[in-house]
């Protein structure tokens, strides 16, 4: 099972900019799908931005062009840089993890395919 800890998140007022950070460790797949999922309280969770073994990238609609993903693999560490900062962002940030052979080599993946997850870390944005 991958472990994942997210950190980074805060307070924040708009249009200034955050950096998730998630540790990842306990691979045991040779090629994973790693994702950013947010959720606020009522609402589904709606997957941010993933990223596949070899770096490529997919992000909603809502966040293309103001956020990145990106990943140190020597440090084994994800990141969410996110600029540009609205409300309509505040959530809990999730960075989360699946075997890319166990939804076919695919990624992104809808959110609920996604086997590891962090604890999450608030992100709130005041306007």
């Known amino acids: 099972q991958v472990l994942l800890v997210e950190s980074g998140g805060g307070s924040v007022q708009s249009g200034v900019s955050l950096r998730l950070s998630c540790v990842v460790s306990?691979?045991?797949?040779?090629?994973?799908?790693l994702g950013w999922v947010r959720q606020t309280p009522g609402k589904e969770r709606e997957g941010v931005a993933a990223?596949?073994?070899?770096?490529?990238?997919s992000y909603a609609d809502s966040v293309k062009g103001r956020f990145t993903i990106s990943q140190d693999n020597a440090k084994n560490t994800l990141y969410l840089q996110m600029n540009s900062l609205k409300p309509e962002d505040t959530a809990m940030y999730y960075c989360?993890?699946?075997?890319?052979?166990?939804?076919?080599?695919?990624?992104?993946?809808?959110?609920?395919?996604?086997?590891?997850w962090g604890q999450g870390t608030q992100v709130t944005v005041s306007s």
């Open positions: 306990g691979y045991t797949y040779s090629r994973y799908c």
């Open positions: 989360a993890a699946t075997p890319e052979a166990w939804v076919g080599g695919r990624c992104p993946v809808l959110t609920h395919e996604y086997n590891d």
């Open positions: 990223i596949d073994t070899d770096g490529t990238t």
